[in-house]
């Protein structure tokens, strides 16, 4: 278990971006226009007011950290708002609203501390604004508002934030509804990487027929659209694309590649030659790139040419390949934990001897089987015999004095594998019916919530969850919610410990659909709806 310490709010900006961020990510339309690129906008909304002079009071004191709790729910609430503007009312307005993804690159949280490649961007973009803000005047700060890639540029776009900043491709599609800024990377090219284990690819070619997985709402599905037409020409067979869900973005991707969970996917060369340097089984293929001379840049709102032109000074001194951003970029480009091979040879064997025991434990305690398996893999590798220093055992390293609690009462977790998968789940199970059963959560986010109970405790669970209610979070969900409540108040144990549980899954998902190792309809029926 994690042992974390309640601390004090973050400083003006990340206090914002916490607070702001499921606002963000439900009231941003869903809609999408038909035909329209993954990430383009939705159908417009009304107007709504700017912020009062309470909240720009407050993200005018960015020197002291302001308690949450100190500003009204409307005023956190209205810095969500729909508004459009050019910089001169931004300045009137004192604050500019940037969104960026929240994932282990560009944004993340860990503990009380703001880290990220984006951050750090745009807390230099901040000082550059002071700089030449007019004498006696008070510069505009910069708000952070994370979001899923999938919606950052619609958001944008329909008014939901001023820039975005989150190493996007030029494409065209892109251009008919958000602007750019000079380029803060030129000759980007798109190549394939695979995994050890994966096929031979010496050209384009090589990839008919294959499955290529990719981020949602990224160029490189634009790329291997376009690869589609070329073999449909040479009479091939099209590339299977898969997108990923969204929660995972190219980093992720690269990580389960280095894996072997996921065989091949499409990424920047620089961002995959600077991950080769932790995830050194990657097989990255110069020769075959499906798109040369690309170019990277910041996003901004549309008919902004004041603003675009502070954005596009800043550029100039801060891109890749002066000082800053060079520091920048090794400073991000390499972090991040190595998972096992959960799809490795003895693991399918060890997981295809469970499945039937996971199956009739998610079926008897309603829990997700599959997530029940990436939790077992993440504990034990599936390994009966693992023993704890704190004297947890087995697959789901469960202690028998929880086993035995009255709550789970089941025996012989030490030597019985079914009992200690049963005792595991039913664990789980027990946690969601305490602190969850009234959650309007969704099943798998009931399941993620009793992992990071499993983790760090179901009581600072529960206390997490309150706190990102507080915070204008959605309490019900996990990723990008309490899941950035946790990395604040406890550190990044519990958030990595779930996001290697959920990439598991996915390469479970994907096992179960490839393989056919069945949904569970065979099991027991289940008994809790």
Avoid at 274 to 303: C, F, M, P, S
Wanted: aromatic letters at 8%; charged letters at 25%; one cysteine or more.
């Amino acid at each position: 278990m994690a042992n974390g310490t309640d601390r004090r709010s973050l400083t003006t900006s990340s206090l914002i971006a916490l607070s702001v961020l499921s606002g963000l990510v439900l009231a941003a339309p869903a809609c999408r226009n038909s035909g329209a690129p993954a990430d383009a906008p939705g159908a417009s909304t009304s107007a709504v007011p700017g912020p009062s002079a309470a909240s720009a009071a407050a993200v005018d004191a960015a020197v002291d950290p302001v308690p949450l709790q100190d500003l009204d729910a409307a005023d956190l609430l209205q810095l969500n708002a729909k508004w459009t503007g050019d910089f001169s009312e931004m300045r009137q307005r004192r604050f500019i609203r940037a969104l960026v993804p929240f994932n282990k690159t560009y944004y993340f949280l860990d503990g009380p501390r703001q880290r990220g490649l984006a951050y750090d961007v745009l807390m230099e973009f901040e000082k550059s604004l002071a700089a030449r803000a007019p004498k006696g005047t008070v510069p505009p700060k910069i708000v952070i508002i994370p979001t899923s890639r999938d919606r950052l540029l619609g958001a944008l776009s329909e008014g939901y934030g001023d820039l975005a900043v989150g190493g996007f491709t030029i494409v065209e599609a892109r251009r008919q509804f958000v602007d750019f800024s000079e380029h803060t990377k030129d000759d980007i090219r798109d190549v394939v990487v695979t995994s050890a284990n994966a096929p031979a690819i010496s050209r384009e070619d090589d990839l008919a027929g294959q499955e290529v997985q990719v981020p949602a709402a990224s160029a490189y599905i634009e790329d291997l659209e376009l690869l589609n037409q070329r073999l449909a020409a040479k009479q091939l067979k099209p590339v299977k694309i898969r997108v990923a869900d969204p929660v995972l973005d190219d980093e992720d991707l690269l990580q389960m590649v280095d894996a072997g969970i996921v065989p091949i996917t499409i990424t920047k060369d620089h961002i995959a030659k600077a991950w080769l340097a932790l995830y050194d089984t990657l097989k990255i293929h110069d020769q075959v790139a499906l798109r040369e001379g690309g170019q990277q840049a910041i996003a901004i709102r549309k008919n902004m040419p004041e603003f675009t032109a502070v954005v596009n000074d800043f550029v100039r001194s801060h891109r890749l390949g002066t000082l800053f951003g060079n520091m920048m970029f090794n400073r991000y480009f390499g972090e991040g934990d190595r998972l096992k091979n959960s799809m490795a040879q003895k693991d399918v064997e060890k997981f295809r001897t469970l499945v039937g025991y996971f199956q009739q434990s998610g079926a008897e305690f309603d829990m997700d089987w599959l997530l029940l398996g990436a939790q077992a893999y993440q504990e034990s590798q599936l390994d009966q015999s693992r023993r704890s220093s704190v004297g947890a055992v087995g697959i789901m390293q469960i202690k028998p004095e929880t086993a035995a609690d009255p709550n789970v009462g089941i025996p012989n977790v030490q030597k019985d594998a079914r009992n200690n998968i049963r005792a595991g789940s039913k664990y789980l199970r027990f946690m969601i019916d305490r602190y969850y059963a009234d959650a309007p959560m969704d099943r798998l986010n009931k399941g993620l919530f009793a992992l990071a109970s499993y983790n760090a405790g179901p009581a600072r669970v529960a206390r997490l969850r309150q706190k990102a209610s507080t915070m204008g979070l959605n309490p019900n969900v996990w990723f990008r919610n309490v899941e950035m409540v946790a990395a604040r108040e406890i550190g990044r144990e519990t958030v990595d410990y779930v996001s290697n549980i959920y990439k598991y899954y996915t390469a479970y998902v994907a096992f179960r659909e490839s393989r056919g190792a069945g949904d569970g309809t065979q099991a027991a029926a289940q008994t809790r709806k």
